[in-house]
């Protein structure tokens, strides 16, 4: 076989690229395509209307936005077509202990000093029994949230009332809805069909095509799978292994169901931990979505459909809809000339928002290493290095939100409370304990503020300190402690609320249902 | 000697132990430090001054003015490395910016873009400390976005006497407690596995809570509990060198050279009056003779002394019970990238981080942490170190030899991908900048068979236009700088 032509960026044929599955993963990928790399591919989409999208209402991470302003999406126009709200951080209710309530914000706490974070300080200050109060009272994010306040940071952010970021929260079918615009605007051709099958090549296994069930067969040179759990082109047709997960992430399930909004407009996600899993609230502008995700050995499906019924706050919008996953990835998610975007890549419950997050690293990783008509074992090593890194990152803080539990009320709680965990979170847990320190990695997601969050609203406190906030004076201590609080309460009472800062400037339109 | 306060022994004569006497006593409230002074220099230690952006941000932390250490210390502000004799051509290996991204898009795509188009100038053109070098000149780094020299940084070239006295004399000033002797042995606890005291020759007893090893490679304190050596002579095979005494020097210092030779390298360092001259080799490929007589004529001067014999790699575990080495007591590397006044600043800055709490001793946790990050960042230190040895196109025995050396697979990886498509991956401890690493694989003749898609996508009209506004930007500041 002849070695690839020299590519230069010039004169290189266009790749044809085939996109399975048209939801929030597929039109992402497609549209991120097509915006960025206008010339050097021209792309398929194949999707059915008949088998319908996973997106429940979608809770984002800040990242969303650097994927819409890389794609040139106007912001107002963006959120009042999808629906969507603003979202500051997660709020954790019952996590620790029953009658717990913090929340992981986009953000960092505290101010610190001389190169020592802040929470050694406000360890130090707990120690000493100063009126420290709770380490979320020194994220302005945590208090906009808790008087559903929205402003945009100022742009020369870093400082104290500064510190924050924000995502969305969004209806994911609208977001694929407006994409597709995006993407069939750019050239995007999409085919609506039932896939029933891939053809490959006999000598090196390549994908060749995929089948429809009107029988054509849509050619191409590489392969997205976007079709969600079932994993069509990885799983199902290059047969990669599935790593199981779920002995440490036991939840398999989730009931969801939309209801009314009651009451103000929170500017954050919910997570309210259940008997046998958790509840998210993820307020939109015209209604909640709600959802049980639990684990199916330690709940029957209707008690858990029952208990959702229950527990939502306004009129039911529609009939509780159940979801099936196991926690886990793809050993690779690229194989062959196909990579996996999304569900079919692997899943990790919503605990933290992470799924929208997953699917942009895989398409940022997509978009710098596209190949050309023959795979290089370098890229697809590469890209698989890159969502391995990001799966396992996440895999342990969630755990960590599990693990870090005194709850042994039943017995899904007693089991996750109790599981061994792996070796890497076992380490960082130890190293937190000893003195707040939290390992930073180059590569993959959530950094220190958030690994603080979760450690110290689940009452995993570090025995000691570093040693150099020793060095303040108590007194400078307490007064630096109180000037924060005042400053971030001034700075938030000047900021509009979440409702009418949205009514302003993004509302969807038509009227609330 | 007990007050109450937890005491910490730093041993040595060093920099490396003025700098960690400094540093604790400035940093941690409460603590008692006494330094020993056996007045055993290491050699190579005191040597070479060059540092890296990181001292500054050591200086920054002990909030150690640096226009005053300049000043009083008759140091020099360094902007890079010139090399020369590896590949065809010189290239600078500055701190720094090379060339702004555009629509997030590196600048080097950019440039290995308009590189496969034709001429393109050398990549060293469009950096500010290659261009402020090539003139000799220095400017501080600037806060306004527009100018060249916002994307500007530097290290010190120290000279290191006088430097280790200004530090001892602010370490004084923070309490540290000096005390001269030699030791004459070293007591271990019933174990062994931790250190009890010292004893010195006049009979006194030391014993401390923690014991830093800043002697240099001897490394003799840490040498007394369980010692793995990791050694890369495979990897680096330059084992001797020989130095000259400073000599006046003509040339305004901003910069070092560092030149390829047959059987080895010579380095030329510049302090604001003097320059000193560096000849390192491979023992297998040239005799000490054959290497003085190649020194004085590279130098035009005679070698002092004898040949100092490297050996280059790492200690496993660099903190063992209540012992932690620092420094080049914990990994040793030719002195081709001003890596040892760095790794001194780096394990300072980790160990003051994972100081021993209230209750004095540290946890297995922070140990296996600090000896996991330092390992790591040592690695990386060594890879890029490396570099040039593995890409070179010298036609010498050693050359040949050290192309085909072990790589790590870290290494071995990022090579293969850079050479695949011009991308860089991200490591954990990185001692380098991106663009320090970009600079020696385009310097040393690496160029990507493909290029990034996205950059693929820019039109060439924009690269251009982006290419030249950047020479001129850089062009408009020397001649203001004339």
């Not at chain 1, 008949?50 to 107002?76: K, M, Q, Y």
């Not at chain 1, 993959?444 to 450690?455: I, K, M, Q, R």
């Not at chain 2, 910490?8 to 004569?13: A, K």
Request: proline letters at 5%; aromatic letters at 8%; hydrophobic letters at 40%.
């Amino acid at each position: 076989m002849s070695a690839p032509a020299h590519s230069n960026g010039d004169d290189v044929p266009r790749l044809r690229v085939v996109v399975v599955g048209g939801g929030t993963a597929g039109w992402m990928t497609a549209s991120a395509l097509a915006h960025v790399l206008p010339t050097r591919c021209s792309i398929v989409l194949v999707e059915s209307e008949a088998i319908g999208i996973v997106g429940v209402g979608e809770a984002t991470l800040p990242h969303i936005r650097a994927f819409n302003e890389r794609l040139g999406i106007d912001e107002s126009n963006f959120m009042a077509a999808t629906c969507a709200t603003y979202k500051l951080g997660i709020e954790f209710v019952d996590w620790g202990r029953i009658g717990d309530r913090y929340m992981h914000p986009f953000g960092s706490s505290g101010r610190g000093a001389g190169g020592v974070g802040f929470h050694h300080f406000w360890n130090r200050a707990c120690q000493l029994e100063l009126p420290a109060g709770q380490f979320g009272d020194y994220a302005i994010s945590v208090a906009m949230s808790r008087q559903c306040r929205f402003a945009p940071p100022a742009r020369q952010g870093g400082d104290l009332t500064t510190a924050y970021n924000y995502a969305y929260q969004f209806d994911a079918s609208l977001f694929a809805s407006y994409l597709r615009r995006i993407a069939e605007k750019q050239g995007v051709q999409r085919i609506e069909a039932r896939i029933v099958g891939a053809s490959q090549d006999a000598v090196n296994g390549n994908i060749t095509g995929v089948k429809l069930e009107d029988g054509r067969t849509i050619a191409g040179d590489f392969f997205i799978d976007a079709s969600g759990f079932r994993s069509l082109l990885l799983g199902e047709t290059l047969g990669e292994p599935f790593e199981d997960w779920s002995h440490w992430l036991p939840c398999d399930r989730a009931v969801a169901m939309p209801c009314r909004t009651e009451g103000a407009l929170s500017p954050f996600t919910s997570s309210i931990a259940m008997d046998a899993g958790w509840r998210w609230r993820i307020p939109l502008q015209h209604r909640t979505g709600n959802g049980y995700v639990h684990a199916s050995a330690f709940i029957e499906e209707q008690k858990a459909i029952d208990s959702l019924v229950a527990a939502v706050e306004g009129q039911p919008l529609a009939n509780p809809r159940v979801l099936r996953f196991k926690a886990g990835r793809r050993q690779r998610s690229w194989v062959r000339n196909c990579a996996a975007v999304g569900l079919s890549s692997g899943f990790l419950e919503p605990l933290e928002s992470t799924s929208i997050y997953l699917i942009q690293v895989a398409i940022t990783a997509l978009l710098e290493l596209l190949p050309d008509k023959e795979v290089s074992d370098v890229d697809r090593d590469e890209f698989n290095d890159l969502v391995a890194v990001e799966y396992d990152r996440i895999r342990d803080f969630l755990i960590l939100h599990y693990h870090a539990t005194r709850r042994r009320d039943t017995p899904f709680w007693n089991y996750v409370g109790t599981m061994p965990i792996p070796d890497s979170l076992a380490a960082k847990i130890a190293l937190f304990r000893a003195r707040g320190r939290v390992e930073p990695y180059a590569r993959g997601l959530f950094l220190e503020p958030s690994w603080l969050a979760v450690y110290l609203g689940q009452h995993v406190v570090p025995r000691d300190y570093d040693r150099r906030a020793d060095g303040m004076p108590l007194d400078r201590l307490d007064i630096a402690l109180r000037r924060m609080r005042v400053e971030i309460d001034q700075a938030v009472e000047h900021m509009p609320d979440h409702a009418d800062y949205i009514a302003s400037y993004c509302a969807m339109a038509g009227e609330r249902p | 000697m007990s007050d109450g306060r937890r005491l910490v022994l730093v041993v040595g004569s060093g920099t490396a132990a003025a700098m960690a006497a400094t540093a604790i006593a400035r940093s941690l409230p409460d603590i008692r430090v006494v330094r020993l002074d056996d007045g055993e220099e290491d050699a190579l230690d005191e040597l070479l001054g060059a540092s890296r952006p990181s001292v500054r941000a050591f200086h920054g932390a002990l909030g150690v003015d640096e226009a005053e250490v300049v000043e009083r210390t008759r140091a020099s502000y360094r902007l890079g490395t010139r090399v020369s004799g590896w590949s065809d051509i010189p290239y600078f290996r500055g701190h720094g910016m090379y060339g702004e991204s555009v629509s997030g898009v590196s600048f080097h795509h950019l440039w290995l873009r308009a590189h496969s188009r034709g001429t393109v100038a050398p990549f060293d053109s469009f950096s500010i400390s290659a261009s402020l070098a090539s003139q000799s000149r220095f400017a501080a780094p600037s806060s306004q976005r527009e100018s060249p020299l916002a994307g500007l940084d530097y290290g010190l070239q120290l000279n290191l006497p006088a430097y280790a006295q200004a530090l001892r004399s602010l370490g004084r000033a923070a309490g540290v407690e000096e005390i001269h002797g030699n030791i004459a042995a070293i007591l271990q606890s019933s174990d062994g596995g931790c250190i009890r005291a010292l004893k010195l020759a006049d009979g006194r007893e030391l014993a401390a809570d923690l014991y830093i090893d800043a002697s240099g490679h001897a490394a003799g304190v840490r040498r007394a509990l369980p010692w793995r050596w990791i050694d890369w002579n495979a990897s680096l095979p330059v084992d001797r060198l020989l130095f000259s005494r400073p000599a006046a020097n003509q040339i305004p210092p901003v910069s070092d050279d560092l030149v390829a030779l047959a059987a080895g390298w010579r380095y030329e360092a510049r302090l604001q009056d003097a320059t000193v001259h560096l000849l390192a080799y491979s023992s297998a490929h040239e005799t000490d003779d054959q290497a003085r007589a190649t020194f004085h004529h590279a130098a035009g001067t005679a070698p002092r002394d004898q040949p100092v014999v490297l050996r280059q790699g790492r200690l496993e575990d660099p903190w063992a019970g209540n012992c932690v080495a620092i420094g080049s007591a914990a990994v040793s590397l030719e002195p081709s990238a001003a890596s040892s006044l760095h790794a001194v600043c780096r394990h300072l800055d980790r160990l003051i981080a994972c100081w021993p709490g209230h209750d004095s001793r540290a946890t297995p946790a922070e140990i296996a942490y600090f000896n996991r990050r330092t390992a790591l960042g040592s690695d990386r230190l060594r890879d890029f170190v490396q570099l040039p040895y593995l890409l070179n196109q010298r036609p010498e025995a050693l050359w040949r030899a050290a192309a085909a050396g072990p790589v790590s697979a870290e290494l071995a990886r990022d090579l293969a991908l850079f050479r695949e498509r011009g991308r860089l991956s991200i490591h954990d401890e990185d001692g380098f900048e991106r663009d320090e690493w970009l600079a020696s694989l385009i310097g040393l003749g690496v160029i990507p068979r493909r290029i990034d898609p996205v950059a693929a996508e820019l039109p060439m009209s924009k690269i251009q236009q982006r290419l030249e506004a950047i020479s001129t930007g850089l062009r408009q500041l020397m001649e203001t700088l004339q």
